[in-house]
T-cell receptor, first 114, second 115 residues
Framework: NAGVTQTPKFQVLKTGQSMTLQCAQD?????MSWYRQDPGMGLRLIHY???????DQGEVPNGYNVSRSTTEDFPLRLLSAAPSQTSVYFC?????????????FGPGTRLTVL | AQTVTQSQPEMSVQEAETVTLSCTYD???????LFWYKQPPSRQMILVIR??????QNATENRFSVNFQKAAKSFSLKISDSQLGDTAMYFC????????????FGKGTRLSVIA
């Protein structure tokens, strides 16, 4: 049981490049989400999914796309990277979106956009 | 909108001593959960403790306990017998019981445990 895994751990992009941050969980969790963490701030929600085929926007969705074709995977796509997207990105999952369910976080991806 | 405020950007404590981290929140909801997460230098977010708003009894997990004051909307974390491994960022988070609600995080408190 690997929990929540994220790849890559580090990435450097040039402005305008695109890339996909991968997130996978092997706990059969329905609820998955992406957060970004910027210096001096807590985590802010980008997108989330309550199950395969269902996604919705969080607090800061602009510049990011997501899809949920399987229960296990929830990739985050940057279509045209901008320096403002330099951040640490965390994927999280929980069994459901019920209040009591604990969210499990991945180790994070540090992204730098030049 | 819900907000979570951590007023102490940085704190330090001597090993084996006790430290309290503050958190206040703003909500009009009556049923919700509060959490403390720890983020060590490895960046992994680790759940430390959680509190259900409808429970009056304060949650405890080994050396970690909370002081939950619902009327004051306060949720502080007490770490007893501090250990070097407790050095980390600590985030307070709120989740309301309504629809598909995400966690709302405070900005964090950086705790250093000094030998």
């Amino acid at each position: 049981n690997a929990g929540v895994t994220q790849t890559p751990k580090f990435q450097v992009l040039k402005t305008g490049q695109s890339m996909t941050l991968q997130c996978a969980q092997d706990m059969n969790h329905e609820y998955m989400s992406w957060y970004r963490q910027d210096p001096g701030m807590g985590l802010r929600l980008i997108h989330y999914s309550v199950g395969a085929g269902i996604t919705d926007q969080g607090e800061v969705p602009n510049g990011y796309n997501v899809s949920r074709s399987t229960t296990e995977d929830f990739p985050l796509r940057l279509l045209s990277a901008a320096p403002s997207q330099t951040s640490v990105y965390f994927c999280a999952s929980s069994y459901s979106n019920r209040l009591a369910d604990t969210q499990y976080f991945g180790p994070g991806t540090r992204l730098t956009v030049l | 909108a819900q907000t979570v405020t951590q007023s102490q950007p940085e704190m330090s404590v001597q090993e084996a001593e006790t430290v309290t981290l503050s958190c206040t929140y703003d909500t009009s909801e009556n049923n919700y959960y509060l959490f403390w997460y720890k983020q060590p230098p490895s960046r992994q977010m680790i759940l430390v403790i959680r509190q259900e708003a409808y429970k009056q009894q304060n949650a405890t997990e080994n050396r970690f306990s909370v002081n939950f004051q619902k009327a004051a909307k306060s949720f502080s974390l007490k770490i007893s017998d501090s250990q070097l491994g407790d050095t980390a960022m600590y985030f307070c988070a709120f989740r309301r019981n309504s629809g598909n609600t995400p966690l709302v995080f405070g900005k964090g408190t950086r705790l250093s445990v000094i030998a």
